[in-house]
């Protein structure tokens, strides 16, 4: 077993001991003490420790822990529940620090407070910042931005009664392909996410760049190819369809908020079917795009996921992570590559994962 996962256990099981006793029962003092002398290991490296919770991933210092087994589960559920969802460890912490805080995450009632050598606090997507914009304009090359803005008028013209530019998707495909044979970096091609307004447009078109160039490397060609593309950039067009404020509400969803949005994949297909001309494949994707691999995921259909739709799910997930920026940290590929990875096989296609894990990291290494 590794430092971390250690770490956790005994923070874990000092945490449950201080439920079920009392906060000076001895065997609390004695986890604490434990988890504190693995603690003081990072920080004989030279390492702090960073934890992050995403979805029900567990990722320290930007690994993520593979079956970490009960403890694990059970702090990841405690966190959830206090609405943490990231806590960093800073050299210089004491113990009495360590055992405050497992005596706060011990406690159902009790808030988490703020210690100096303990930050907690949520992976929020911070949009507004600009250090960060400046970072990213920086590095976008720019030839994916024009698409955005095309993309963004045809977008605005989605109504129920009017059928969507199906000539204007197909340009930004075109587009999108010229770019791809002239780029090396993949990752250059993604736009930078400034405002939540433009999340819709700046996903969409990063969706369908990322799903285009995993087709492509597959062996698809001509008007399949096309069709992957201009699916993609509609996947989430359902979400038109959501209440606004619903969408951009920051912070944790209530259940019928969450219940709300789950249903954009199906507001999505229903107006696309409608669609005279629009290929068919454009339906199945905004369908099927959050069904996982093993068949779970929303809504519940009876059959197994379409493969452009399993494409599709992997750089949806790959660009929806990408965007958060946990205390102005993005995550880096390699990161969610590796979170994806212990999801294979359950939430997504194996064999598509493999190829997309391949084909991104052979780009990364010809930066
Ligand atoms: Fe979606
Ligand atoms: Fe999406």
Redesign the pocket.
């Known amino acids: 077993m590794n430092t971390a996962t250690a770490f956790i256990n005994s923070l874990m099981a000092a945490i449950s001991n201080c439920s079920l006793y009392k906060s000076d029962h001895p065997s609390v003092d004695s986890y604490v003490k434990k988890a504190f002398g693995l603690l003081t290991q990072f920080f004989d490296k030279g390492e702090t420790l960073e934890i992050l919770i995403i979805e029900d991933e567990l990722v320290i210092n930007k690994n993520p822990i593979k079956n970490g087994g009960l403890h694990i589960a059970g702090f990841i559920k405690r966190m959830k529940r206090k609405g943490i969802s990231r806590i960093d460890f800073v050299k210089g912490i004491s113990i009495s620090e360590l055992k405050a805080l497992v005596v706060d995450l011990a406690e159902q009632a009790r808030e988490v407070k703020a210690y100096p050598h303990i930050k907690t606090g949520i992976i929020d997507v911070s949009l507004t910042d600009r250090a960060e914009e400046a970072l990213d304009e920086e590095t976008f090359n720019g030839v994916a931005s024009t698409q955005v803005e095309h993309l963004r008028e045809i977008y605005n013209d989605v109504s129920l009664f009017k059928p969507i530019n199906i000539a204007g998707l197909e340009e930004i495909v075109i587009n999108f392909l010229i770019t791809l044979r002239r780029e090396a970096y993949i990752l250059r091609l993604l736009s930078p996410v400034r405002s939540y307004s433009e999340y819709t447009y700046t996903h969409a078109t990063n969706v369908a760049i990322l799903s285009m160039f995993q087709a492509e490397s597959l062996g698809f060609s001509g008007k399949l190819l096309h069709e992957i593309g201009i699916a993609a950039l509609l ?2 067009v ?2 038109l369809f959501v209440s606004q404020e619903v969408l951009e509400k920051r912070g944790r969803l209530e259940k019928p908020e969450f219940e709300e949005i789950k249903k ?2 199906i507001y999505g297909a229903n107006y696309l079917s409608r669609i005279e001309g629009l290929t068919p494949l454009a339906t199945i994707v905004a369908l099927e ?2 069904l996982k691999y093993d068949g779970s995921g929303y809504p519940t259909i009876n059959r197994k996921q379409h493969l452009c739709s399993q494409i599709v799910a992997i750089s ?1 997930f790959f660009d929806a992570l990408r965007s958060i920026r946990p205390y102005r940290r993005a995550l880096e590929a390699k990161e969610i590559l590796a979170m994806m990875k212990t999801r294979a096989s359950k939430d997504f296609n194996p064999f598509l994962l493999d190829n997309f894990s391949k084909i991104l990291l052979m780009t990364l290494r010809r930066k």
Do not use: A, N, Y
Request: aromatic content about 0%.
């Open positions: 996947h989430d359902g979400k954009h994949p795009h959050h949806d």
